[in-house]
């Protein structure tokens, strides 16, 4: 199959699972053990440490590993809370589920949180951050692209404005990682999430990056991670990340030239081929790698259904539930119609996508939808 969800999550690249195996036959004994293995093991650790916080550009102290960004994100919206005292936090409105989830409960423990909105193409309103920012404000949390449109948000111009009112700026970087620069020094902000499977590395290992001088409360109680994250240390996973880290760093530029030539490729290839299709955030500044699109007001279940018969696999931006699919909270923020929203898919490329994939995407597509959308055009005419 041709594998075109990489923003869901990336197959771990060969060095990766290479350095996972070594990890898991050669350092197995506790990071915390006075022991010669263990200390064996505490070498690795901080060997690997290095190397991932060198390709984030941060300080290997600054650098907190976690089960992942999901974890990240609630160590850093619970830790400004908690740190502060202040009781109000500002997000935008396109935030990852688990954020909003994280929210919707803070919500019910009397937390104030301000969603701030985005335009139709998805970019952030720096005017309504700017109105809705105060000094009762915790921590403004802002996500360096969304995962399921691409598009970028202005975190410097945010940053400034969290500092102007003495919050805390966090930055879900979790879709930049390995598809556009990224700077922990740089950036501005405070706390920054990433997660390990989105580049190359495996599932279930992220990091937070706390600003030097930033004390912010554990999550997990416990010594590990200079007190600010209990549990042993997940060692083969964080080997993993750092060769992830390290396959990244070296190929970065000419990774996000091939991304950004293969995704218009697609584009095009698609608009070229059929009717209706609509592209979101095509006016915005985006990832290289994302093409969030809806073919007509075709559903999105029926595309990927055909899609994936002809090869080709991909996501919607739905969320399933029990009760059926619900339509995107980020097309919707957006201002789209339900079923506008409910008829978006999302083509996320990887480094290793080839332009053979693009032209067997393009080429499932027609075969597959065009009759679809004929019809379509048809019934409407
Ligand atoms: N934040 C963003 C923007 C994401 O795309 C994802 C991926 O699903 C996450 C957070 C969650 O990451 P993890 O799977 O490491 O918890």
């Known amino acids: 199959v041709v594998y075109l969800d990489h923003n869901a999550t990336t197959r771990p690249v060969p060095e990766a699972v290479a350095a996972m195996v070594q990890a898991l036959q050669a350092s197995w004994a506790n990071p ?23 390709f984030l550009g941060c300080g290997a102290a600054e650098l907190v590993f976690t089960s992942g960004a999901t974890e990240a994100n609630h160590m850093a ?20 589920p688990g954020s909003q989830a994280l929210a919707q409960r803070l919500r019910g423990q009397g937390v104030k949180v301000d969603l701030i909105p985005v335009d139709a193409q998805g970019r952030l309103s720096l005017a309504a951050a700017r109105s809705l ?3 009762d404000v915790a921590v403004v949390s802002v996500m360096g692209a969304n995962n399921e449109t691409g598009v970028l948000m202005p975190v410097a111009e945010v940053a400034a404005l969290a500092r102007s009112a ?36 495996p599932k279930g290992v992220g990091a937070l990056m706390v600003r030097k001088g930033v004390a912010l ?55 070229a081929a059929l009717p209706g299709v609509h592209v979101y955030g095509a006016e915005a500044e985006r990832l290289c790698n994302t093409l969030c699109l809806r073919f007509g007001t075709l559903d999105a279940e029926q595309v990927l259904m055909k899609l994936e018969r002809a090869g080709i696999v991909a996501s919607s931006g739905a969320a399933c539930s029990a009760g059926g699919t619900q339509p995107s909270h980020v097309l919707l923020a957006m201002g789209e119609s339900p079923l506008h929203a409910k008829a978006a898919v999302r083509l996320s490329l ?7 994939d693009i032209d067997a995407a393009i080429a499932a597509a027609t075969q597959e939808l065009l009759p679809l959308l004929a019809d379509g055009l048809a019934a409407a005419a």
């Open 32 to 54: 915390s053990s006075a022991h010669g293995p263990g200390q064996d093991a505490r070498r690795a650790l901080a060997a690997a440490r290095a190397r991932v916080a060198a």
């Open 166 to 201: 003495g919050a805390l700026m966090h930055v879900d970087a979790t879709q930049l990682a390995g598809k556009a620069p990224l700077s922990f020094a740089a950036s501005g902000a405070d706390l920054m999430s990433v997660s390990a499977h989105k580049l190359g590395g």
């Open 77 to 96: 919206l619970l830790g400004a809370l908690q740190m502060s005292g202040r009781e109000r936090i500002l997000m935008s409105a396109v935030e990852h």
């Open 133 to 135: 920012i105060a000094d």
């Open 217 to 271: 409360p554990a999550l997990l109680s416990g010594r590990q991670e200079r007190n600010r994250r209990g549990g042993t240390e997940n060692l083969p996973g964080i080997a993993g990340f750092a060769a992830a880290c390290d396959r990244a760093a070296a190929t970065l530029a000419a990774d996000i030239r091939h991304m950004a030539a293969q995704r218009a490729r697609l584009e095009a290839g698609l608009a």
């Open 350 to 356: 990887g480094f290793d996508t080839t332009a053979a």
